[in-house]
């Protein structure tokens, strides 16, 4: 299980109203460095919705072993966290020395090739 969560990683800084359903979650890889910007751009190309934390601790608890293998990050801009410095940070999923721990991680930085988003296709007509 996850072993560590950030104190501000609650429902009042997040404002999650309802569980998550079952929709299908995937994993976009840019696999290069990029912006938020162009992770958003990157998924709606492949078709994906990026989803918000509780979509990704619902990926955590299905595919443990992922969050062992690089970091996950959950990009819905909705579900951002606006810290005391005015910077968006969002919630992730990452290891260290095999414990698996959610963390913040502001959203104006570059984010690695290793790097993953939770996300979900978007349903077609």
């Known amino acids: 299980g996850i072993t560590d969560v950030n104190s501000s990683i609650t429902s009042v800084n997040f404002k999650i109203i309802e569980e998550p359903d079952d929709r299908e979650l995937v994993l976009a890889h840019p696999n290069r460095l990029a ?3 162009e992770v958003h ?4 190309e492949q078709g994906i919705q990026p989803e918000g934390p509780e979509y990704l601790a619902r990926y955590a608890k299905e595919h443990p072993e992922e969050g062992l293998k690089f970091p996950i990050a959950a990009l819905d801009p909705a579900k951002y966290l606006q810290d005391p410095g005015g910077l968006l940070r969002c919630v ?3 290891s260290d020395g095999g414990v698996r721990f959610f963390y913040l991680r502001w959203t104006d930085r570059l984010w690695r090739g ?4 939770v996300g979900s296709r978007k349903s077609t007509p």
């Open 35 to 37: 912006s938020t910007e």
């Open 41 to 44: 751009a990157f998924m709606a």
């Open 92 to 94: 992730a999923l990452w």
């Open 114 to 117: 290793i790097d993953r988003f």
